[in-house]
Each structure stands twice: as structure tokens, then as C-alpha cells.
């Protein structure tokens, strides 16, 4: 049973045999746009799962993570987690920014990054405890970080940055985690490590959901893949996405999507 409460004030259980992740007809548009970003997407990822979302550049998926995350306003349609309102567990989502969406020039160390992970379980002037720091050390040393700690994050090579990200999505202890595009340029230990913690958070029924360009991985480690193009859902399940891919894009559908 997963429970979804931290702290005195909130209580809430996951409602039994609720998905994860519920979506259902979601639609949303861009304050001042005059298109939908998302049209008609219905998704439910189950605890334990590790979905894929597929699709070229500007297909939604960015969109999807940041609604799913509480980001961007539902224009309408609804999101549930665990049988609830997305708005009553936002604190149970970890989001992972692109690497490219943050500013690795800011002055702060890779330990104290990952910290700020813990900041929406310390709430407003609480200064982190004893378990906080050990809850920071264990996920660098999860994500082999331990001996750049107390680098300044610019420091980092661009899979070092992506690392850092995991960990500070991993002390946030959430049921939910959503990563956008986790495997964009890495190195091979990146990679491996990533995999490595999506299954294991998979297997402590964790629901994972990862937009990604890399088809190979979606085969061979996801459970379910969502293939969204021009912000409607186009296929779903690892074999039809794979195949419809190769239906509009054709043969040259790999190189297509691993184009940046
Ligand atoms: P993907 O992640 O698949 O590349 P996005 O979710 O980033 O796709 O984009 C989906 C659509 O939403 C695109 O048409 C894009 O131009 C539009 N879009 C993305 N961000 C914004 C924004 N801040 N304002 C207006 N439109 C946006």
C-alpha cells in the first residue's frame, strides 16, 4: 500500500487499485495560444510501471510531463494519482526538468542541489536534519556521485548533470516520477545508471513515466510507451508505437527521432 502522506497535516491513502497516473481526455493550451498542445490524451500508468513517451520534437511531450507535474493548468480533462485529485498530491510527483531547462551556472554545490530535492518535505524555514543529509549522501552514492559532492554544479559533464537531477529527484521520495528526456546525450554509466534506478524504483511500485528519443531502451526496459505526435496519441504499447513510428516516419524513423 502506498501511502501518500508526510508530515501531520497530510493524511491520504492511495486509493486501492487506483492507477498511479490517471489522464483522461486531457486538453491543454498555452496562455495566448490559439492551438491545443495536447488534444484528447488519455493515459493510466499502474504502480510498479515504466512508461515511454515517444514522439519528434514538439509532439507534447514536455507538455505532458509539466501538466502531469502541476505545471501547466488543465484546459480540460482531468489528472488523478493514486485515486486522487492531481492537486491534493502534487507533492508526491518528482519532475525532472530537461538538463537543458536549468541554469548549471548558479552558484551551489552538487550536494546541496540534490538537497533541495528534500525542501518540500522540510516546508518553510526548517533547516535540514541529520536524515535529510544521510537521504542526500545515499542517493549521490546511488547515482555515483559521492566523490563530486561538493562540486559546484557547472562543474559537471553533461551525464554528471543529469545524475545530479536523479538524485535530487530520488530524496523527494515521491510515488510518482516524471523525467524528460533523462538519456539525451550521456555517457554509457549514465545511461546504465539511470536504468538501473528506474527499475528499481519500478520494483518498489513506483510509477515511472520518461519522454525519450531513444527507441532501443524503450524496447528493451519500458512496460508501455505512449507515441504522441502533434499533441494527440497516435499509438500505445511498446510494439504498436515502435511499429506506427515506422508507418510515419519510415525506415528513417530511428535517425528521425534521435535527431536533437
Ligand atoms: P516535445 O516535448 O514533444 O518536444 P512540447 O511539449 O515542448 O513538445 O511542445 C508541444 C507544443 O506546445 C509545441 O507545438 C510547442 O510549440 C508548444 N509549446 C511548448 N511550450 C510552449 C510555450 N511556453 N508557449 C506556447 N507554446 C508552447
Not at 563530486?148 to 535530487?168: K, Y
Not at 524528460?180 to 549514465?190: R, Y
Not at 502533434?230 to 535517425?255: H, K, M, S, W, Y
Amino acid at each position: 500500500m502506498i501511502v501518500l502522506a508526510y508530515g501531520k497535516r497530510r493524511t491520504a491513502r492511495a486509493v486501492q487499485g487506483a492507477p498511479a497516473i490517471e489522464i483522461v481526455d486531457l486538453r491543454v493550451r498555452y496562455p495566448g495560444s490559439d492551438r491545443l498542445a495536447l488534444d484528447g490524451v488519455s493515459l493510466s500508468v499502474s504502480p510498479g510501471a515504466r512508461v515511454a513517451l515517444v514522439g519528434p520534437n514538439g509532439a507534447g511531450k514536455s507538455t505532458l510531463l509539466k501538466t502531469v507535474a502541476g505545471l501547466l493548468p488543465v484546459s480540460s480533462g482531468h489528472i488523478a494519482l493514486f485515486g486522487h485529485p492531481l492537486e491534493a498530491c502534487r507533492h508526491q510527483v518528482a519532475y525532472l526538468a530537461q538538463r537543458s531547462d536549468l541554469d548549471w551556472g548558479f552558484p551551489i554545490s552538487v550536494r546541496k542541489l540534490v538537497m533541495t530535492g528534500r525542501y518540500p518535505r522540510l516546508g518553510w524555514l526548517r533547516l535540514p536534519s541529520r536524515e535529510d543529509w544521510r537521504a542526500v549522501d545515499e542517493a549521490l552514492a546511488r547515482v555515483q556521485l559521492s566523490d563530486l559532492a561538493e562540486r559546484q554544479i557547472g562543474e559537471l559533464s553533461g551525464g554528471q548533470q543529469q545524475r545530479a537531477l536523479l538524485a535530487r529527484a530520488l530524496v523527494q521520495e515521491a510515488a510518482v516520477l516524471l523525467l524528460d528526456e533523462p538519456l539525451n546525450a550521456v555517457d554509457a554509466t549514465t545511461r546504465q545508471v539511470v536504468a538501473d534506478v528506474l527499475a528499481s524504483l519500478a520494483a518498489q511500485g513506483k510509477a515511472v513515466l520518461v519522454a525519450t528519443h531513444d527507441l532501443d531502451r524503450v524496447q528493451a526496459e519500458f512496460d508501455d510507451a505512449l507515441f504522441l505526435l502533434d499533441g494527440r496519441p497516435i499509438a500505445r504499447g511498446v510494439p504498436d508505437t515502435v511499429r506506427r513510428l515506422e508507418q510515419v516516419f519510415g525506415e528513417d524513423c530511428f535517425n528521425f527521432v534521435h535527431s536533437p
